[in-house]
C-alpha cells in the first residue's frame, strides 16, 4: 500500500486523529449514510499498518460503502476492518 502524505499550505503534515485507541485497535467511528474512501480512512490505516495495529471502522448498518473503500478494505487484509452496528 503505497500512501503519500499532504501538507496544508504551510508546509505542515496534514493528519488525522482516531476516535478511540484501546490496545492494538484504532476506532474510527462514522455517522453517515455514504462513507467513501477519504483521506483520514487513508492516513489511519497507514498508521495501523506501520504500527501493526488493526483499524476498525464502525459504520451504522445502513450506511453504504463506496466501491474505492471497498477495495481499498481488501487490498488492506487484515489491518482494516469495517464493521456495521
Known amino acids: 500500500m503505497d500512501f503519500q502524505y499532504r501538507y496544508t499550505r504551510h508546509q505542515v503534515l496534514r493528519e488525522s486523529r482516531p476516535d478511540a485507541r484501546v490496545g492494538k485497535q484504532i476506532?474510527?467511528?462514522?455517522?453517515?449514510?455514504?462513507?467513501?474512501?477519504?483521506?483520514?480512512?487513508?492516513?489511519?490505516?497507514?498508521?495501523?499498518?506501520?504500527?501493526?495495529?488493526?483499524?476498525?471502522?464502525?459504520?451504522?448498518?445502513?450506511?453504504?460503502?463506496?466501491?474505492?473503500?471497498?477495495?481499498f478494505i481488501r487490498l488492506c487484509g487484515k489491518s482494516v476492518v469495517l464493521r456495521r452496528l
Open 27 to 71: 476506532y474510527l467511528l462514522k455517522q453517515c449514510v455514504h462513507l467513501g474512501l477519504t483521506y483520514q480512512v487513508q492516513f489511519l490505516a497507514n498508521l495501523a499498518t506501520e504500527s501493526r495495529q488493526k483499524l476498525m471502522i464502525e459504520v451504522p448498518h445502513g450506511c453504504v460503502v463506496s466501491r474505492g473503500l471497498a477495495e
